[in-house]
């Protein structure tokens, strides 16, 4: 049964108007009326728990930042065109060329979830079904709004209130019908409409902060959820408030002296750190080269990691001269961007230490970081306020979230805050550099999106 409703479904998503891998001839053709779609709760259910197509976020950015390095040869001779010319900002990605994953899956992801919206109206909502129904419902606004963020991370320039009322944010499909247009509204939209369905989300998802599934949405991930996007929108005081709401539903961190330093996967799916489970599509480098020899992590993060600190094994493994990423907390081959404890503590220590509350951010920071070191060896810190804390966290939260989705994210928003991160890559003789605020920081949209929609390409 599941089979077949991802099927059909899939038939009869491909007919709507941004399923950019469709033949334009396909796309101009209407749905067969005789299609079956989901019509039941728990088809739609089964349609939002589908984690092959459903569950996976854009990875350019990530490909784009700075965590890792790779070697000319691989950069050269390893990688579709958008890989390899996403690492070193490129004007042009795609080599006249679109169909790219990184966003055709993000929007499958939302017509997904527009299909169960649409479908939800024609099922009465009565006492026996309300909670099912308010959670499905819940669920897709949720996943939706996810995805519209990811999106706005990687297509449209970071979040500023100076200027969102005229830059572009990213196409905002909110209905099945194939019939409605393809616009690109500001980025104030895009961020009022990814806060509108989260928020609405809020109110129909349940307390549940240990789901069957942890790819199914809860309040706790809900609150975590608005902490990350507030956060990018430097709206501290918020992701600060969302941050705790969340910890006050799930607060477990995984003691690291516990954890099996030598093993290629050395956490689980359903971890006990993981609030909602998401995956990148690809932000690892081994998965297209032949040889993981042909990357590493940046040298310096690496040496920043103290000889205690337990992070240094558990996630990362030398490969000769290299530095190899373990694949960490989705227990698979694909990255977690998902919402985990680490996270929340981090963000609420950032947002402490902003707000001069140095007692909590210190407490939040040394929470963290005693079960990331071998058990007796941790010096809480201490003595820290102003710039120093601030720093301080900043720099734990890149060697904590290491390729999970987030550190495009922060050298976008801190940038804004006068950081000047310029990005460095060096391969064969030839250095390339991206600085602070560049329009590069919102990456090209497919060229078949632009041919098909009309809609207005970045500017690069």
């Known amino acids: 049964m599941k089979t077949k409703i991802y099927i059909n479904a899939m038939l009869f998503l491909c007919s709507l108007f941004l399923i950019t891998s469709c033949k334009k001839d ?54 579709a065109p958008y890989f390899s010319n996403s690492y070193v900002w490129a004007k042009e990605i795609f080599a ?34 309300s909670a099912t129904y308010d959670n499905i419902k819940g669920s897709a606004l949720f996943m939706r709004s996810w995805m519209f963020f990811d999106l706005a991370q990687v297509y449209a320039l970071p979040y500023d209130s100076v200027t969102f009322n ?21 980025i104030k939209q895009t961020y009022d409409q990814i806060l509108s369905d989260v928020i609405q989300a809020r109110s129909l998802l349940t307390n549940n902060t240990s789901p069957i599934y942890q790819n199914r949405p809860s ?61 990148l599509i690809s932000a690892d480098p081994t998965s297209y080269l032949k040889s993981s ?22 996630y990362f493994a030398k490969n000769g001269t290299y530095i190899n990423k373990k694949r960490g907390y989705s227990g698979q081959s694909l990255f977690s961007n998902g919402i985990i404890t680490d996270e929340l503590y981090l ?65 976008r928003r801190l940038n804004k805050e006068g950081y000047n991160i310029t990005l460095t890559r060096n391969l064969n003789g030839t250095t390339y550099t991206l600085p602070p605020n560049d329009p590069r920081y919102a990456l090209p949209i497919p060229p078949d999106v632009i041919t098909l929609s009309g809609i207005q390409q970045d500017d690069r």
């Not at 929108?233 to 799930?250: E, F, P, T």
């Not at 963290?368 to 003595?383: D, H, Q, S």
């Open 26 to 79: 396909f796309l101009d053709k209407k749905p067969a009326t005789n299609l079956d779609v989901p019509t039941s709760l728990n088809d739609l259910q089964l349609l939002l728990d589908n984690t092959i197509s459903i569950h996976e976020s854009p990875s350019l950015g990530e490909v784009s930042s700075d965590d890792y390095y790779m070697t000319y040869n691989s950069w050269y001779n390893e990688f």
């Open 96 to 129: 006249g060329k679109g169909n790219i994953s990184d966003w055709d899956m993000p929007y499958t992801q939302v017509l997904y979830t527009n299909v169960v919206l649409q479908q939800l109206n024609g099922i009465s909502r009565n006492g026996s079904n």
């Open 166 to 186: 005229t830059e572009l944010g990213i196409p905002l499909r909110l209905t099945a019908d194939i019939n409605a247009p393809t616009i690109r509204p500001t």
């Open 219 to 279: 309040k706790a991930a809900v609150f975590g959820f608005l902490s990350r996007v507030y956060l990018t929108m430097r709206n501290y005081s918020k992701a600060g408030l969302y941050a705790d709401s969340a910890l006050q539903l799930q607060n477990t961190l995984i003691d690291y002296n516990t954890v099996d330093a030598t093993a290629r996967l050395p956490f689980n799916s359903t971890n006990s750190e993981t609030v909602y489970q998401n995956l």
């Open 293 to 314: 020899q042909g990357y590493s992590i940046d040298t310096l993060l690496y040496q920043s990691y103290n000889a205690n600190d337990l992070r240094k094994v558990v």
């Open 347 to 411: 963000t609420r220590a950032e947002c402490f230490a902003r707000a001069n509350n140095i007692f909590r951010a210190l407490d939040d920071l040394n929470t963290l970081l005693v079960t990331r070191w071998k058990t007796g060896t941790y010096i809480p810190k201490a003595n820290l306020q102003g710039t120093a804390l601030l720093d301080t966290i900043l720099k734990e939260r890149r060697k904590e979230l290491v390729l999970r989705g987030l550190r495009w994210n922060d050298i």
